[in-house]
């Protein structure tokens, strides 16, 4: 019999052990092994049972097993202890608290996704663990960040794998009175809703807070009795539905995320967000609630944008086409043709997602273009990935080159107390004085042996094998009830033999498959006598996408074959539990993308985190980090003819890498069976790497770079009134406005020699007509570098010229300014140059900032 309601009993703790409830509710546990030890105690087995959840081990532990720990004083006092720590960790100075009054006092973080813990399945891939690590990371260094997204029901989905290999879905409803959560009420108990008024009928929501060490994170969640049945389902899956589905579930977390975010602000006495960090373009209408807000208080629509854009961060996460948001341009209309966003025209609206640029589709509504037009600052996510970006957007500021494009590149991090391995961490402890394995001295051999380093390395892979067994019994078990797995699943994998990892999401450009390239040669390289090769391999297909299901059909069956087996696994059901074993107790972390597709990844860096090497494509973060000594590169064949050519070479370079260098080097063995050269690069790796593929050094950038200058410049256009944010709203429409008639009539140039040398000046003169703009609104710009075939510049640089004051100021828009100036030659051979014209304002961040450039010819 199924139940038609579900719902949690919470457990009624014994006073003195109320400090359990505390630790559970705060989800700091999920990085601090002091208190996962502490709930460990409570019962080893039911703990392993659990999957480590605080909240289901209390749900479930014996009242007799509460009530003996109540009576045992260690316990008690050890509970008390750990909770005195955690408030002292919410209220204590830290990082954030040097940096002085002009550091912002709220920033708020949107994401749809968030991967904070197993516990909490609100998550995708990358981009949600890449959230969780982000408001971890800003909790330990104390920065004043809240965190805004949904819930989802069901999460993203559950995965099984059917015996032929083929992926299926369920979607197990969470209850969010099992989880770490909380409603968000005011001081009457009244639970907090969020209301968006929709083309047919109101949405509601509630909102749930989550406390993430010192940060809060606040998720919207539609699932209540107030919403009709239709609406109810808004919140029901991660990128569940299509179209519509989504639209509203963007709408719901971009304004009502906003909404909720004030309401909380409210009740908690907490500032109001002075920066808004959209994690993706998914969030994006969040600008237009803050702009309808803005009108509120009397600004016109261009007013608002600025002040909002001045204060708005936009991370782009992707340069894979399918990984961006673009909606019908009539459902957009349709939804903001109601009262949704008062003050706010609809046209207004779909202009900000117009792809109104050659190649761009008139019919759509692009969430990354709105994400560049409503954010000032706007970054990718790994230096390659910036230049990708620039790359990508550089169709909406036309006469630019890419260089020039502003978008910023912050490289990824992440958490390490979350992602190293309590084994490493406790042996950095113990010779190192300090369980920070990310500055710990890994160098130093003297304190930290290669055969002290080589053994935590042979557990973690041991605790590998072990949890990878159990997984796939579990799942074989599930997959036929009441049967017993077969013994030789008891046996799978080999602790002693060099252990290949490859995880991650399924999209085509991952390449999931590439090492089935030639498979009888893996076959050779998996069972060779004397250097054996294993593979541990996870991930999930999107449920929509048919081709990343047949691409793990193919991998397991190829895992199937009896002589394959022990050699090859793959896991179903990717989740953060398994990863943190998976890194860890991998040898080598495997990434073969299509290069550039991967923004930055992040499975290679919580892997280098643990002392895994990397075999990676130079792409993302690897293309930045990689130095010779921390892992490998496989070469991309970008000259290839086409993709299959491609993949074969890349593929045929990875099983090189692997039979001639890889193995060997592990398999040479000094007189304790340590691989000495081995172990040197894990040393490498973890001194070198931790320290710069860390989510603190992450968020410490983003704040520096990003959301200090953020809230300096919206506090700069708000202050009197809105009086800067009025005058450059009107200062861009007068650009705008005359921009068609500004132009470079004449250049002309001496001071050279018929044949020139280094070291001679060249004298630039350029007649401008600025059409009734101001000199000061404009800059003339001689742009020189080296010329190339088809006289395209490159090593660009800029001069300004100078007004020349022999022409008289005038009015009239048809006379002619002239500027001058001088140019040094100052390099040998090509040389070229022209002449343009930009707008300048110093409340303007980067020249291209407005798109609009008018170049001699
Ligand atoms: C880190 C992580 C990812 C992202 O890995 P990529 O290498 O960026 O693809 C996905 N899923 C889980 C569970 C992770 O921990």
Known sequence: MKAIRRFTVRAVLPDTLSALEELAGNLRWSWHEPTKELFARISPELWHQVEHDPVALLGSVDPGRLAELAADQGYVDWANHTRDELRAYQHDPRWYQTLGESAPRTIAYFSPEFGIAAALPQYSGGLGILAGDHLKAASDLGVPLVGVGLFYRSGYFSQAITPDGWQQET?????????????????????????????????????????????????????????????????????????????LQELLLGIGGVR????????????????????????????????????????????????????????????????????????VERYFSTSLLPGVEVQQVLSLGAEDYPGGSPDVFNMA??????????????????????????????????????????????????????????????????DDTTHADWANSGAVSDGDLWSVRNRMREQLVQDARQRLQAAWEEQNPGGIAPVWMSDL?????????????????????????????????????????????????????????????????FASEPEIRGRMVFLPDY??????????????????????????????????????????????????????????????????????????LEAEAMYDLIEHIIAPRFYDRDGDGVPSTWVGQIRHTLSTLSPALSAERMVKEYVERLYIPASRNEERLSADGFAAARGLAAWKGRVRAAWPGVNVAHVDAGGVDAVPQVGDQLHVRALVHLNGLKPE?????????????????????????DLDDGVPGTDDPSVAHEYVGTVTLAWAGSFGYTVRVVPVNDLLLSTAELGLVSVAS
């Not at 808004?276 to 261009?302: K, M, P, Q, V, Y």
């Not at 910023?408 to 042996?427: E, I, Y």
């Not at 390449?511 to 004397?530: F, G, K, S, V, W």
């Not at 923004?599 to 494509?617: D, P």
């Open 171 to 247: 979607y197990p409803s969470l209850d969010p009175d099992g989880l770490p959560l909380s409603v968000l009420r005011t001081p009457d108990g009244t639970p907090v809703e969020i209301s968006l008024a929709l083309p047919d009928g109101v949405l509601h929501a509630r909102v749930w807070q989550a406390a993430v060490g010192r940060v809060r994170l606040l998720l919207l969640d539609t699932d209540i009795p107030e919403n009709e049945e239709r609406l109810r389902s808004v919140t029901d899956r991660l990128y569940g539905g299509g179209g519509e589905h989504r639209l």
């Open 260 to 331: 909720a975010l004030e309401a909380w602000s409210e009740l908690t006495g907490a500032p109001a967000a002075e920066v808004f960090h959209t994690n993706e373009g998914h969030a994006g209408f969040l600008g237009l609630e803050r702009i309808a807000n803005l009108i509120g208080d009397g600004l016109s629509f261009d007013e608002a944008l600025q002040v909002v854009r001045a204060g708005t961060v936009f991370t782009t996460h992707t340069p894979v086409p399918a990984g961006i948001d673009r909606f019908d341009r009539p459902l």
């Open 369 to 434: 273009v709105m994400g560049m037009r409503l954010g000032q600052h706007a970054n990718g996510v790994s230096k390659l990935h910036g230049e990708v970006s620039r790359q990508m957007f550089n169709g909406l500021y036309p006469g630019f080159d890419p260089q020039e494009v502003p978008i910023d590149s912050v490289t990824n991090g992440v958490h390490a107390p979350t992602w190293t391995d309590p084994m490493l961490r406790a042996l950095a402890l113990d010779r190192l004085g300090t």
């Open 493 to 557: 994998l080999d602790p002693n033999v060099l252990t290949i990892g490859f995880a991650r999401r399924v999209p085509t450009y991952k390449r999931l498959t590439l090492m089935l390239h030639d498979p009888q040669r893996l076959r050779n390289i998996l069972l060779h006598a004397e250097r054996p090769v294993q593979f541990v391999i996870a991930g999930k297909s999107h449920p929509a996408d048919d081709e990343g299901k047949r691409l793990i059909q193919k991998l397991v069956q």
């Open 575 to 648: 989740d953060i539990g398994m990863a943190q074993l998976l890194y860890p107790g991998t040898d080598i972390w495997l990434n073969n993308p299509l290069r550039p597709l991967e923004a930055c990844g992040t499975s290679g860096m919580k892997a280098a985190l643990n002392g895994a090497l990397n075999l990676s494509i130079l792409d993302g973060w690897w293309n930045e980090f990689y130095d010779g000594e921390n892992g490998w590169a496989i070469p991309s064949a970008d000259a290839a003819g086409d993709g299959a050519e491609r993949d074969a």
């Open 777 to 801: 609104d404009v800059q003339v710009q001689v742009v020189y570098g080296r010329s190339q075939e088809g006289d395209d510049l490159v090593d660009v640089r800029q001069q300004r010229l």
